[in-house]
């Protein structure tokens, strides 16, 4: 490396990585089957917060936000007991 920056060939000013995404190769037979809610809470909140102050800027009152109290859907999602 030294040498490269010695020669010029490295400035330090770019640089190019690879972002390649590869599934874990963990035992694909030892696993535990989990539940997890499928709703967005954090994305929601942060809409309903941008829609709110959109509408205060235009003059206009905020919306009511109604609160679902049925469960979220669930889906069953795959988790390696020794690398999860």
Partial sequence: VEQAIGHGLIGGRVFYSD?????????KNGYDIHQVAQKPVHYLEELNSAIDAD???HGKKPLSH???DEEPPTKEIKISPVDP
Avoid: E, G, I, Y
Wanted: glycine residues 0%; charged residues 25%; aromatic residues 0%.
């Fill in 19 to 27: 972002s390649t995404h590869l599934k874990a190769s963990a035992n």
């Fill in 55 to 57: 509408r205060l800027a």
């Fill in 66 to 68: 109604q609160d679902d």
